[in-house]
């Protein structure tokens, strides 16, 4: 039940751009907050951006210019604009939906933004 599923990692170079998706295989997606994470080497799982059923968007502080999180409820799909790519940013990104009617937590099994060596 609720199969998400994250894409649109790789490898980009220093100030570049990448597009992740997460696609929830029902309808959940209308009905929760959703959660950007990310987990780099050796470092904590940090939430990078959020998006509620009504739109309210919270950010990192260090993404908030460069990162935008949006979503399309008939694909049932949150995106995640990255630009302008640093250093740090390189980390396995996971999406989490916390649903409250029904009740749930849902991860995805997250998608590679690899450094850039």
């Known amino acids: 039940q609720g199969r998400l599923v994250e894409s649109g990692g790789g490898l980009v170079q220093p100030g570049g751009s990448l597009n992740l998706t997460c696609t929830q295989s029902?309808?959940?997606?209308?009905?929760?907050?959703t959660f950007w994470y990310r987990q780099a080497p050796g470092k904590q799982r940090e939430m990078v951006e959020s998006i509620t059923t009504s739109s309210i968007i919270d950010y990192a502080g260090a993404v908030q210019v460069r990162f935008t999180v949006s979503r399309n409820n008939d694909k049932n799909t949150v995106y995640l604009q990255m630009n302008d790519l640093k250093p740090e940013d390189p980390a396995v990104y996971f999406c989490h939906l916390t649903v409250y009617w029904p009740s749930g937590h849902y991860w995805g099994q997250g998608t590679q933004v690899p450094a850039s060596s």
């Open positions: 029902g309808s959940l997606i209308r009905a929760a907050t």
